[in-house]
């Protein structure tokens, strides 16, 4: 009688994570956001950027690479259950990252994003506490913000956008922002929800089967993609008022074009929402942020 032996080599679970993977984990195409805002809120403050480098490059690198790359990595680590169903092969639910390393990561990188605003006065440290406490409250149950269609993309679009244009405005005027610079990076934090809105679609089935109740999930893709159409475009119809107001007709022109090119957009998602986030996120969205620093230009020093 012949006995068959198994020969194949098993594979050893991994102990440590993959270091393409930590930077997979990260994800570095959503650091743009909150860098270009900090960078807005650095324009609009009026102040001229000689002495003031260090400043920029370390708020720079605070909101992207550290704030916004630990507020990925806890949300991974809280999604990681959703992630196996909607993403298997993320780093996390895939093995890459073992263990818990995801969320060893994600506190790592908490405490050191505490330690890196310290360097930038009172103003860019308080910041970066609030943003710390928003990505925990976005993912962390029992708070979990995520679950909510409203309250989730809300934090996010605050965080992202209001949160750092304050913080550069503050760090180089060295206090307070003024009252205009305010007003435009609140109502581009609101608008902001919409663009959130949009990227919960990819997620559309895992989040329906979890129970994290997005816009789409609540209310389908078709009204949620409308909703977010009109949450885009208000804030925006807003900052043109305003500039109008402040006498800067020229910079709400160039406003009112964005938009109207944002609109045609729009009419090219609401045809098949589902199917066309992706391509809006990089067309809609584009012009977006590109008004975002428009605005920054104009107000640039108004009191």
Same mark, same amino acid.
């Given at each position: 009688?012949?006995?068959?032996?198994?020969?194949?080599?098993?594979?050893?679970?991994?102990?440590?994570?993959?270091?393409?993977?930590?930077?997979?984990?990260?994800?570095?195409?959503?650091?743009?956001?909150?860098?270009?805002?900090?960078?807005?809120?650095?324009?609009?403050?009026?102040?001229?950027?000689?002495?003031?480098?260090?400043?920029?490059?370390?708020?720079?690198?605070?909101?992207?690479?550290?704030?916004?790359?630990?507020?990925?990595?806890?949300?991974?680590?809280?999604?990681?259950?959703?992630?196996?169903?909607?993403?298997?092969?993320?780093?996390?639910?895939?093995?890459?990252?073992?263990?818990?390393w995801g969320l060893w990561i994600a506190i790592i990188m908490s405490v050191g994003a505490a330690g890196l605003g310290l360097t930038l006065g009172p103003w860019g440290f308080g910041a970066t506490l609030v943003?710390?406490?928003?990505?925990?409250?976005?993912?962390?149950?029992?708070?979990?913000?995520?679950?909510?269609?409203?309250?989730?993309?809300?934090?996010?679009?605050?965080?992202?956008?209001?949160?750092?244009?304050?913080?550069?405005?503050?760090?180089?005027?060295?206090?307070?922002?003024?009252?205009?610079?305010?007003?435009?990076?609140?109502?581009?934090?609101?608008? $902001?929800?919409?663009?959130?809105? +949009?990227? !919960?679609? @990819? &997620?559309?089935?895992?989040?329906?089967?979890?129970?994290?109740? %997005? #816009?789409?999930?609540?209310?389908?893709?078709?009204?949620?993609?409308?909703?977010?159409?009109?949450?885009?475009?208000?804030?925006?119809?807003?900052?043109?008022?305003?500039?109008?107001?402040?006498?800067?007709?020229?910079?709400?022109?160039?406003?009112?074009?964005?938009?109207?090119?944002?609109? $045609?957009?729009?009419?090219?998602? +609401?045809? !098949?929402? @589902? &199917?066309?986030?992706?391509?809006?996120?990089?067309?809609?969205? %584009? #012009?977006?942020?590109l008004g975002m620093m428009v605005t920054a230009f104009a107000i640039r020093g108004l009191a």
């Amino acid at each position: 009688m012949s006995v068959t032996t198994d020969l194949t080599p098993t594979k050893t679970p991994r102990t440590l994570p993959e270091p393409r993977a930590v930077l997979t984990l990260l994800k570095p195409i959503t650091w743009f956001p909150p860098m270009w805002a900090y960078l807005c809120g650095a324009v609009s403050a009026g102040v001229a950027p000689s002495g003031h480098w260090l400043v920029l490059v370390i708020g720079v690198v605070l909101a992207g690479p550290v704030v916004c790359g630990m507020s990925q990595a806890a949300n991974d680590w809280c999604d990681r259950h959703v992630d196996a169903i909607n993403e298997p092969n993320r780093p996390i639910p895939s093995g890459r990252i073992p263990g818990r390393w995801g969320l060893w990561i994600a506190i790592i990188m908490s405490v050191g994003a505490a330690g890196l605003g310290l360097t930038l006065g009172p103003w860019g440290f308080g910041a970066t506490l609030v943003a710390i406490a928003a990505a925990w409250a976005y993912s962390v149950e029992p708070i979990r913000l995520k679950r909510s269609g409203w309250w989730g993309p809300g934090l996010v679009g605050l965080s992202y956008e209001t949160l750092p244009w304050f913080t550069g405005a503050a760090v180089l005027s060295a206090g307070a922002p003024s009252l205009p610079v305010i007003f435009v990076a609140l109502l581009y934090g609101i608008g $902001a929800h919409g663009i959130m809105t +949009l990227n !919960d679609f @990819k &997620a559309l089935e895992g989040d329906r089967q979890m129970g994290v109740n %997005s #816009l789409p999930v609540t209310l389908g893709p078709e009204r949620a993609a409308k909703l977010a159409c009109v949450i885009m475009a208000l804030p925006q119809i807003a900052v043109i008022g305003l500039l109008v107001y402040w006498d800067r007709p020229w910079f709400a022109a160039a406003i009112i074009v964005s938009l109207l090119l944002q609109l $045609a957009a729009m009419r090219v998602l +609401l045809r !098949d929402p @589902k &199917a066309k986030a992706p391509w809006y996120n990089g067309t809609g969205v %584009s #012009l977006y942020v590109l008004g975002m620093m428009v605005t920054a230009f104009a107000i640039r020093g108004l009191a």
